[in-house]
């Protein structure tokens, strides 16, 4: 089946504590990106990855780093967490940059709440 | 900078209504343009695709019309359910990054 899957689905954690969140997809897919969603604020882009080892920021990358070293995974790494990182994290996929007629494929999601 | 606004806000109807979803977005220079859908504490479902270049773009119950150049979408539910129930997000795709911008939602309820 083809999905894209995060983890973890939930995380408690403190400030300051380093965190990775993974997200995989099983499509060959060589676009991948992270979105947060806040409430009044919808979802915004953090990070995105054109192919393996091609990353770039999107609208709200401060405190995170993304790496891309397989076509499969992109994790999402919180090196020092803040609780304004509390959010909603999704990760996406779809086949390629400007693809017309290729949706994109949304993870279950990963709920951080940051204390 | 892509704008996207979603009216209303909020609907509720009862079941067996058809309804229409609004979604407008200011720049008009977009690949494509997804409706999502969120039920609560879940991922997002992607309903339907309507690449630039298409009018229409129909999926069961669902029919969702792109015109491009005034910046507007709709989303049609035809025989609306109570599962139908849910929160509806539009997103146009664009520019060299391939982002999807969403707007902030319409949240739907459909009372039995």
């Known amino acids: 089946e083809a999905q894209v899957t995060q983890n973890p689905r939930y995380l408690i954690t403190v400030t300051g504590k380093k965190l990775t969140v993974t997200c995989s997809q099983n499509m060959n897919h060589e676009y991948m990106s992270w979105y947060r969603q806040d409430p009044g604020l919808g979802l915004r882009q953090i990070y995105y990855?054109?192919?393996?080892?091609?990353?770039d920021k999107g609208d709200v990358p401060e405190g995170y780093k993304v790496s891309r070293k397989e076509k499969r995974n992109f994790p999402l790494i919180l090196e020092s967490p803040s609780p304004n990182q509390t959010s909603l994290y999704f990760c996406a996929s779809s086949p390629k940059t400007g693809a017309l007629n290729q949706p994109q494929h949304f993870g279950d999601g990963t709920r951080l709440s940051i204390l | 900078k892509q704008e996207v606004t979603q009216i209303p806000a909020a609907l509720s109807v009862p079941e067996g209504e058809n309804l229409v979803l609004n979604c407008s977005f200011t720049d008009s220079a977009i690949y494509n343009l997804q409706w999502f859908r969120q039920d609560p504490g879940k991922g997002l479902t992607s309903l339907l695709l309507?690449?630039?270049?298409?009018r229409e773009q129909t999926s069961g119950r669902l029919n969702a019309s792109l015109d491009k150049s005034s910046g507007r979408s709709t989303l049609y539910i035809a025989a609306s359910q109570p599962g139908d129930s849910a929160t509806y997000l539009c997103a146009p795709a664009g520019g060299a990054t391939n982002k999807l911008i969403f707007g902030t939602g319409t949240l739907l309820a459909v009372q039995p």
């Open positions: 990855s054109m192919n393996v080892e091609v990353t």
């Open positions: 309507i690449q630039s270049s298409q």
